[in-house]
Nanobody, 124 residues
Framework: QVQLVESGGGLVQAGGSLRVSCVAP????????MGWFRQAPGKEREFVAA????????DYTDSVKGRFTISRDNDKNTLYLQMNSLKPEDTAVYYC?????????????????WGQGTQVTVSS
């Protein structure tokens, strides 16, 4: 079982920045591809960004390209999502996810473990 714990969410004004983190205790974090997803009220959980095991491959949904950056520090067992130029439509619960066997993916069902989520609210 892999435990994922997100933190760093909060309330920010439009145009502001926020960084959310996801810690995965254990020795095997560096072997997992990781992803960030988000879910707004009344909407499906959607892909935001993904990163491969060593951080050299990243992928973003179009709506966050150029504004969000996914990164990881395998020495600290931590995944990050730096969010700049935030917009009200970025308001959602943000979840980190780990896939044990596969590469980085945009597909929700390919992830094996999920965190509990952290709320990000962007005011206009």
């Amino acid at each position: 079982q892999v435990q994922l714990v997100e933190s760093g969410g909060g309330l920010v004004q439009a145009g502001g920045s926020l960084r959310v983190s996801c810690v995965a205790p254990g020795r095997t974090f560096s072997t997992y591809a990781m992803g960030w997803f988000r879910q707004a009220p009344g909407k499906e959980r959607e892909f935001v960004a993904a990163i491969n095991w060593n951080g050299r491959i990243t992928d973003y949904t179009d709506s966050v390209k150029g504004r969000f950056t996914i990164s990881r520090d395998n020495d600290k067992n931590t995944l990050y999502l730096q969010m700049n130029s935030l917009k009200p439509e970025d308001t959602a619960v943000y979840y980190c996810a780990a896939t044990i066997a596969g590469p980085e993916s945009r597909v929700r069902y390919e992830y094996d473990y999920w965190g509990q989520g952290t709320q990000v609210t962007v005011s206009s």
